[in-house]
């Protein structure tokens, strides 16, 4: 089981930026795909971006040029780097596995 934990969120005022990681625990990080989602106050969950142990990335087109998913195995950690932020970007940010485990969440609240 792999253990996930956010950070980086907070708020930011319309059109700011924020970074977000997802640190990792377990031996096999490197070769695991990795995704972020969100969750908005009354609304489901949603995928957000996408990224191979190779680096490959993919992104929901409601953050697509704005968002930018990385990863780096030797940190088996995941970033979430979010420019040109917009108030419906406000959710609750989570990190997922490939296996299917979650983090906690970080709270990502962009001011008009």
């Known amino acids: 089981q792999v253990q996930l934990v956010e950070s980086g969120g907070g708020l930011v005022q319309s059109g700011g930026s924020l970074r977000l990681s997802c640190a990792a625990s377990g031996s096999i990080f490197s070769l695991n795909a990795m995704y972020w989602y969100r969750q908005a106050p009354g609304k489901q969950r949603e995928w957000v971006a996408a990224i191979t142990s190779g680096g490959s990335t993919n992104y929901a087109d409601s953050v697509k040029g704005r968002f930018t998913i990385s990863r780096d195995n030797a940190k088996k950690t995941v970033y979430l780097q979010m420019n040109s932020l917009k108030p419906e970007d406000t959710a609750v940010y989570y990190c997922?596995?490939?296996?299917?485990?979650w983090g906690q969440g970080t709270q990502v609240t962009v001011s008009s």
């Open positions: 997922k596995s490939l296996q299917g485990d």
